[in-house]
């Protein structure tokens, strides 16, 4: 069963005149299945040529988005997912592990989220624990210690406000991996492919090169959170967003990323091998590029570009007000 | 088709702003409240133990309630004064203001809401770095403004604070950053957000030198300043009855809808759970301070020069 939002309806309409069509022998129906699939490109385009704010949102947390797993899966050979944080618990809404990418053994690590209520419900929708954040850790340290790449793939509405999560320190979890990723001695590589929710998605999301693709979000507050803050309304989000310039080629232009990557027409999930197939691409030669540079040479880069963020006025005379 | 976290991603997202904003209320109730009962500024009432206080009497007491040891938010400035050696401090980037880097606009625009902030406070962001000594001994110390849009980190707290230890590690000095905050500031959204990298990321430098960082938590300490350098300290140190969380309390009640025990997410609760070293009276900090910096730093307590063994 698809999944189509509120303006992706004409597309959901034509999905299902054309597999109406389908059913039938008949001539005349496998030519309005062809005409269908004109049609619906022809209405694909139309759509995502003018996508307000707000849709964008909602295509960076579609439901038949491909998930971390789910690009793991198919970018990289023999995959080998590793658990828990060897303190408490293994929080499945972070996965991480080992594997292979065009022959090159990497570590990689995601926010996870569910495609039904049971998987939601152990991997909590995305949002993880410390311990989530602390397997992150263990093997961010592991990719130092044998020299993988890490690789992070970030997506998730934050992370989770609970009273396991306070009591184990949620903060300090989420500060020690800033810390950690800031000055780990491999290259390091983060690509948001849904949702940058916060602080939980900044967790896994230091490194040297910081790519978006075009659908999705990074922000510091969701905009539902920030409407009912700032508004005093929750139902001004498609305000909030617009405000909160979260969207990949809002980001780029403030130079927080440094890369968007371009979806398949209809967004990622209307295509996920080829989405793939960008990220996969994106990896391996942004892994080239990086991994020419000696170790002392990549530190000093991360740091200066972090160092670089923000904007301020130093001398009140030169200021506005 | 419905999306089924909205609620989920609301709520946690609150946290990041909702102790300013809860503070905000409060003030403004406080000050209706004051208004009608008693004369303004001449007394105040104990959040705790609901005595009244003489306003004079509790300045004197450097803001702590003398009945039961309650401690109120402290000024930053007084905070200064209490912890750094008289007329030893010296200011830095005490020009450094706002820019808007996204334009934002809400129902203010952001602009006026720095305005308003400047004239309300006095003060031009919220946190004031700088260098001093603590009995004797020069440290970086950089001491967040609660007043100051309740405290929130923007650009200029990120700058300020990573040049303050910046300056530290060139000068071998130690650092000390007091905390109090509601958490990353929403109008630069990703600018406030990538400040929490920055900050940690000059913190992993000051390690690297070997030089101590202590963070000591006020009330409040939540949000992108908790998930960052407020929790990265050597040693953490928390006042006594400090709100110090990742998510705001009513942010975790609304999500799993029962009432939160008693005391949770105070300084005695994160002690309890591990997360603070030790928990420090407003009276015993400066002493506290110095003892703590001049064991680590292997210095005598007659000798205050600076930091002899920091790295070499
Ligand atoms: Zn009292």
Redesign the interface.
């Known amino acids: 069963m698809k999944?189509?939002?509120?303006f992706e309806k004409p597309i959901a309409d034509l999905h299902s005149k054309i597999s109406d069509f389908s059913n039938s022998d008949n001539v005349n129906c496998r030519k309005m299945v062809q005409e269908c699939k004109l049609e619906l490109n022809r209405t694909r385009k139309e759509i995502f040529k003018n996508l307000t704010t707000w849709e964008k949102v909602?295509l960076a947390?579609h439901?038949d988005r491909p998930y971390a797993k789910d690009y793991i899966t198919s970018i990289t050979d023999d995959f080998l997912q590793l658990h828990g944080d060897r303190l408490y618990a293994d929080d499945e809404a972070i996965i991480g592990g080992i594997a292979k990418i065009n022959g090159k053994s990497i570590m990689i690590i995601g926010h996870q989220k569910g495609r039904n209520v049971q998987e939601?419900m152990r991997c909590n929708?995305g949002?993880p624990h410390p311990e989530g954040y602390r397997k992150a850790l263990r093997l961010m340290r592991m990719a130092e210690k044998f020299n993988l790449p890490l690789i992070t793939l970030i997506d998730t509405?934050?992370?989770?406000?609970?009273?396991g999560?306070?009591?184990?320190?949620?903060?300090?979890a989420?500060?020690?991996n800033?810390?950690?990723?800031?000055?780990l001695k491999v290259p390091i590589i983060c690509i948001v492919i849904g949702e940058g929710?916060?602080?939980?998605a900044?967790?896994i999301?230091?490194g040297d090169t910081l790519a978006m693709l075009e659908y999705t979000i990074?922000?510091?507050?969701?905009p539902?959170?920030?409407a009912?803050?700032?508004?005093r309304d929750?139902s001004m989000a498609p305000k909030?967003a617009e405000?909160?310039?979260?969207l990949a080629e809002?980001?780029k232009k403030?130079h927080?990323i440094d890369k968007v990557l371009k979806e398949p027409l209809g967004g990622a999930h209307n295509n996920p091998k080829k989405i793939a197939q960008t990220i996969k691409k994106f990896i391996i030669s942004e892994l080239e590029k990086l991994e020419k540079d000696d170790l002392t040479f990549l530190l000093t880069k991360?740091?200066n570009k972090?160092?670089e963020?923000?904007?301020?006025?130093?001398?009140?005379s030169l200021?506005?007000? | 088709?419905k999306?089924?976290?909205?609620l989920?991603?609301?709520?946690?997202?609150?946290?990041?702003?909702?102790e300013i904003?809860m503070s905000e209320n409060k003030q403004e109730q406080k000050s209706n409240k004051e208004k009608r009962s008693v004369p303004l500024g001449v007394w105040n009432k104990c959040d705790n133990c609901h005595e009244i206080l003489y306003a004079k009497e509790l300045n004197q007491n450097k803001k702590v309630c003398a009945i039961c040891g309650y401690h109120f938010k402290f000024d930053a400035w007084d905070r200064i004064n209490l912890l750094i050696d008289h007329e030893t401090f010296i200011e830095y980037?005490h020009?450094?203001?706002?820019?808007?880097?996204?334009k934002?606009?809400?129902?203010k625009m952001y602009?006026d809401r720095?305005?308003s902030a400047m004239a309300k406070s006095g003060r031009k962001d919220a946190v004031i770095t700088g260098e001093g000594k603590l009995s004797g001994l020069k440290l970086g110390l950089g001491v967040m403004d609660f007043s100051f849009l309740g405290g929130s980190m923007?650009?200029?707290v990120?700058?300020k604070l990573?040049r303050l230890i910046e300056n530290s590690i060139k000068e071998k000095m130690p650092v000390i950053i007091v905390s109090t905050s509601g958490g990353?500031?929403?109008q630069?959204?990703?600018?406030?957000?990538?400040?929490?990298?920055?900050v940690?990321?000059t913190?992993?430098?000051l390690?690297?030198a070997r030089l101590p960082f202590i963070s000591v938590l006020a009330d409040p300490t939540t949000?992108?300043v908790?998930?960052?350098?407020?929790?990265?300290g050597d040693i953490n140190m928390a006042e006594p009855n400090a709100l110090?969380?990742?998510?705001g309390p009513r942010?975790?009640e609304q999500?799993?809808r029962q009432k939160?025990p008693e005391g949770?997410?105070r300084t005695e609760f994160l002690k309890e759970?591990?997360?603070i070293d030790m928990i420090v009276e407003r009276e015993n900090m400066k002493h506290t301070l110095s003892r703590t910096l001049k064991i680590l730093l292997n210095l005598n307590y007659s000798d205050g020069k600076g930091v002899k063994n920091a790295k070499n």
């Open positions: 999944n189509y939002l509120e909602q947390r439901p939601n929708f949002m509405p934050g992370a989770y406000p609970g009273i999560a306070e009591e184990r320190g949620q903060a300090e989420i500060a020690q800033l810390k950690v990723m800031a000055n929710g916060s602080g939980g900044l967790a999301g230091v990074y922000s510091v507050i969701s539902e959170g920030c009912s803050i700032l508004w929750a909030a405000a909160l310039k979260l809002d980001l403030l927080i991360r740091y972090l160092r963020v923000g904007e301020f006025m130093e001398n009140k200021g506005t007000f | 088709m999306f089924c976290f909205d989920e991603m609301l709520i946690k997202d609150l946290c990041l702003n909702e904003k980037d020009e450094m203001t706002s820019a808007d880097p996204i934002f606009e809400d129902l602009k720095i305005k923007g650009s200029v990120g700058e990573t990353a500031r929403m630069e959204s990703m600018c406030s957000l990538m400040q929490m990298a920055k940690s990321a913190l992993a430098k390690s690297e949000g992108g908790s998930a960052s350098f407020a929790m990265l110090i969380a990742f998510a942010v975790i999500t799993i939160l949770f997410q759970h591990g997360m």
